[in-house]
Each structure stands twice: as C-alpha cells, then as structure tokens.
C-alpha cells in the first residue's frame, strides 16, 4: 500500500526524523489558510498524487506551465496555485499519459537548500536483508544515476539480529560529504527512519531529496513510503491512510476477493492459479507474439464467486480482446473452475475468445462441464496449444 508524501511524514515526524512544517488542504481556502498558520513567508505548494517526478511534472490542461510542487512567496500566491492544481491532472513520468488528478495539496515552509541528497531504506531480496541506499545526487531520476554512475550509489545492509548501528549509519554520512553536527543529526535520523521501518512493515522508505540547509540542518524535503500489503493486517490504523482514488479500481475490486491483479498494457487477459504459472503464461504469451493484459493469480483456494469475480474484472479492461485461462487443479479441482468459467461467462455474456486450458484434479469432468455447457469455449491441451489458440483467435477477430 502507498500513502501519500503529507501522510509518510505525519508518520516520520513520530520516529524524530527532521522536517519541515506544513499542513494538508483540499481546498484554495484552506491552503491559504495552512500559509497563514506558516507564517505567509516563502512557502512551497506541493501537488499530492501517489507518483513521484511531481516537480518535473506538467499539468495535462497547462503543458508549458509550472509543474506539480511549486514556491509561492505571498498568502495569495499559494491560492492561485492552489486553484490552479486542484481538480487538474498532472502528469509525471510516473502516472503514464493520463496523469493523476490532483485532489489534496500540502502546503510546506519553504527551504534554504544547499544540497540534495538521496536516501531510501528498503528489502533487498537478494540478500533478503533491509538495506540503505544512498547517494550524493539527490531531487533527480535515482535509476538514472544508478544506471549511468553506479559508483555514486552506496549501499548498506542492516543486520536483523543486531538492528541498525550507529557506525553504519556514520559510514553513509561520510560517504554523503556530511560533517560535523550533521553527521550526528544523520545518524539519529535513520535510527528513526529504521525504527519506523520496522515497526511499520514498510517495504520502502524514500527520501528524496535529503536536503542539507544553508544553516546546515539535514532536512527529509520528500518521502515516500510503502507498506508490505501481507502485514497491513497487524496494523489497522494505516488502513485509514489508504486513498482509493489513488488506487486502480480493477486492483482496489481484486483485493476485495483476495485476487493477486496487476492490470497491464496488452490485449490478452490471463486468469491463472499460481504466480509461477501466471508469469509463465504472460511469458508464452508474448512468445506467441501477443502481449498480456493482466497479471492474475486467483490462488489456490478459490471458489466459483472468486473465479466469477476474477472473470469481471478482467472484462472490464476495454483493451481484452482475449481471455486465457490456465489452471492447475491441484487444490482447486478442475470441475470447480469449470463449473465458475461457466457461470461467470453467461452472466457477463462474453464477447470476447476464450481459451481454457485445464490441468490436474478431475480436468475430464472439468472439460466435460465447458464442452457440455453450449458456450463457445475453446479447450487446449498444453501451455503452448493454449497460447497459440488464444493468439491465432484475437488476431482473427480483429
Ligand atoms: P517530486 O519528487 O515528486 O518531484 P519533491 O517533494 O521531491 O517532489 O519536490 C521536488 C523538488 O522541489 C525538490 O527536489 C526540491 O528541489 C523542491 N522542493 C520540494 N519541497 C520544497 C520545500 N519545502 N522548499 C523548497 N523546495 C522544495
Ligand atoms: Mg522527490
């Protein structure tokens, strides 16, 4: 689950790390109200969506205009922007063309920066450790630095046993340039920063930038957290911070069903049980020159209503020209699925090709079920029998 940037620092501000002042508003008056409260000097508006790349961003209805975190130097100035961001979608190279609307705003205190730092705390599965990252460039693109100079990206990975230690932590300030009180400021820093990790179950935490003030302050400027959706369950107070306007309708309906959905760009929609097998899918998929639509893991258990669930959402996508499904009965019987591909295609009266190949536990009695129930359901023997009859279908069809 993500939140937003205002939110992950209302959170942070528990856990000692250093910011600014600033206030939420949903409104024009209560920006203004916000800077009034901020002392009306030189304050920063910043748009709040769940994508990063808002500075650099462009507003859809203003593309030559200013970009989703703006400075205002009067109480008034902070009401334009205000009126001039909210209900408006921005689009950064993280929301994709469509762009986001923007529907809340944090107005921040403006800051003196001097330097921008790059910092995030995250799990690093291939060393199945929490581990912090960091860098001297700061505010920009972070995958592009990795990419063009990995030697200004260090990293560190943190004992679980042993927790983070001040010496770590000492090494990475180092390795930033920070010196004298700074170092130490930096060190408490990220001693909340992993606290709040941990306590919170993120899976990232990311500040960037990490400002160095011209008073030399070390300041978190932006933050960005997310939490591992498995523990979300031991932590009920975060549930309320869920924005589900942020969220993919189609992902917000699946989680709803326990359904694993990941909506994608192409035309063939994938219902399979196992993410093995669902990857496995998308992958022959593009072998047989097609591109998946979706990600769909209906898991072990699931039951006909899940299935019939499963099946609507992936017919809502307007790109599916196509459906794929590919199931293993091993916990789930190949009748049930069956019985709930049948049922799912005559309430939703499929308009689309469907493939069906089924594998495992009763898969004669689940074929017998699709073949006797009049639909127009294709069977397929293998993997590579279904992929190829799903493909060669849409491609007929249009
Ligand atoms: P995003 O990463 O979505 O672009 P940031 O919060 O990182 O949004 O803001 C983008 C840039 O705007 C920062 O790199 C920083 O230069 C500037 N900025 C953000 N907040 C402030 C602030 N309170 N005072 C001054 N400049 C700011
Ligand atoms: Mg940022």
């Not at 002392?39 to 990063?52: D, E, M, N, R, Y």
């Not at 334009?80 to 063309?97: C, F, I, N, R």
């Not at 869920?242 to 063939?268: C, F, H, M, W």
């Amino acid at each position: 689950m993500n939140i937003h940037e205002y939110q992950a620092k209302a959170l942070l501000a528990k856990f000692a790390v250093p910011l600014l002042k600033g206030g939420v508003a949903y409104t024009k008056d209560e920006a203004m109200d916000v800077a009034r409260k901020l002392g009306g000097a030189i304050t920063v508006v910043k748009s709040q969506i769940h994508a990063g790349g808002r500075g650099k961003g462009r507003f859809k209805d203003d593309p030559n205009g200013k970009g989703g975190v703006r400075i205002a130097k009067s109480v008034e100035e902070v009401g334009q922007h205000a009126a001039s961001m909210l209900g408006h979608e921005l689009v950064t190279k993280q929301t994709g063309p469509a762009g986001k609307t923007v529907k809340r705003l944090y107005i921040e205190e403006g800051c003196d920066i001097k330097r921008e730092l790059y910092l995030s705390m995250l799990v690093d599965r291939s060393i199945g450790r929490v581990a912090i990252v960091a860098s001297t460039e700061g505010g920009m693109d972070i995958e592009t630095v990795a990419h063009d100079h990995p030697e200004k990206i260090v990293e560190q990975a943190i004992d679980p046993a042993a927790g983070f230690q001040a010496y770590e932590g000492r090494k990475i300030a180092f390795a930033l340039g920070l010196s004298g009180k700074q170092v130490g400021a930096f060190v408490k820093m990220m001693g909340g920063l992993y606290k709040a990790f941990t306590e919170l179950d993120c899976s990232l935490i990311e500040i960037n930038p990490l400002v160095v003030t011209g008073a030399g302050d070390v300041i978190a400027l932006d933050a960005k957290m997310n939490f591992d959706d498995n523990a979300l369950e031991r932590h009920k107070d975060l549930e309320a911070l869920r924005d589900v306007d942020e969220e993919d309708p189609s992902e917000t309906e699946a989680a709803k069903y326990a359904l694993n959905y990941v909506k994608l760009d192409g035309q063939i929609g994938c219902m399979v049980n196992g993410a093995g097998l669902a990857m496995a899918t998308m992958d022959i998929i593009k072998l047989y020159g097609a591109e998946p639509a979706n990600f769909l893991d209906v898991g072990g258990g699931a039951t006909k209503e899940r299935v019939t669930a499963a099946f609507k959402i992936i017919l809502k996508d307007p790109n599916v020209e196509g459906i794929l499904v590919n199931i293993f009965g091993g916990i789930m019987r190949c009748d049930v699925i069956a019985e709930g591909v049948v049922a799912a295609a005559r309430e939703v009266n499929l308009h689309v090709p469907l493939v069906v190949r089924l594998e495992g536990t009763n898969v004669e009695l689940g074929k017998k079920i699709l073949k006797e129930s009049g639909l127009k359901i294709t069977s397929a023997e293998n993997l590579a029998d279904a992929a190829e009859k799903i493909v060669t279908a849409v491609k007929e069809a249009s």
